[in-house]
């Protein structure tokens, strides 16, 4: 079975830092994974997605994500954080025969001034 | 035009009460989706329609029902609500080929009191 786990329930970083969420996944074969960012008052946002060849995924906003077999991990990162990115932030799996996703619980992202 | 629309987006009303929830969509997507998000916990599956004849239950679909009236519309509704019923409610589509990303509407949140 699949599984998705977001170790951090809330990262606070400032302004202009660099930003690293982690996600680690559960899954024998090599999955598709996703990053979603949630603001307030919306729905979820696809930001990038992974389903085989460079394990570096660029998304949008800046985004980018590595895909580490090894460590089993799918980590989004930024280099510098705007305080537009506070939001919510989901990482999903999804296993070659499986046509449903599973989301982590999410990680918090505050961005102090 | 949002692609995926959910009416309506913010509801409070009384246990017991029958409650819809309703969504449509414009991407022309076949699967479509329910999803409960509670503060910590993520994304919960309530149901899925894989088409119009197709109905399946999601982890948490007791004391929900759905309706899938045509392609671009699946309702949710609630018999008679609770209190713990109480949530933000998304509704999501994704193409009908596997391992692609969902696409969500902006949320109902329901307050039962």
């Known amino acids: 079975a699949q599984s998705v786990t977001q170790p951090d329930i809330h990262i606070t970083v400032s302004e202009g830092a660099s930003l690293e969420l982690r996600c680690n996944y559960s899954?024998?074969?090599?999955?598709?994974l996703f990053w979603y960012v949630q603001s307030p008052g919306q729905g979820l946002q696809l930001l990038l997605k992974y389903f085989s060849g460079d394990t570096l995924v660029q998304g949008i906003k800046g985004f980018e994500a590595e895909f580490k077999r090894s460590q089993s991990s799918f980590n989004l990162r930024k280099p510098s954080v705007h305080w537009s990115d506070a939001a919510e932030y989901f990482c999903?799996?999804?296993?070659?025969?499986?046509?449903?996703?599973?989301f982590g619980r999410g990680t918090s992202l505050i961005v102090h001034p | 035009d949002a692609d995926v629309t959910q009416t309506p987006r913010n509801r409070i009303t009384k246990t017991g009460k029958r409650i819809m929830l309703e969504c449509s969509q414009t991407?022309?997507?076949?699967?479509m989706y329910w999803y409960r998000q509670d503060p910590g916990l993520g994304l919960q599956l309530i149901y899925y329609?894989?088409?119009?004849?197709?109905?399946n239950k999601g982890e948490i679909s007791d004391g929900y029902s759905v309706s899938r009236q045509a392609q671009a519309k699946f309702s949710l509704s609630l018999e008679s609500a609770i209190p713990n019923q109480t949530a933000l409610y998304f509704c999501a589509t994704s193409e009908g080929s596997s391992n692609q990303p969902q696409h969500f509407g902006d949320g109902t949140r329901l307050s039962i009191l």
């Open positions: 999903a799996v999804l296993s070659g025969g499986s046509y449903i996703p599973t």
């Open positions: 329609s894989f088409d119009v004849k197709d109905i």
């Open positions: 991407k022309g997507h076949d699967r």
């Open positions: 899954y024998g074969a090599t999955p598709y």
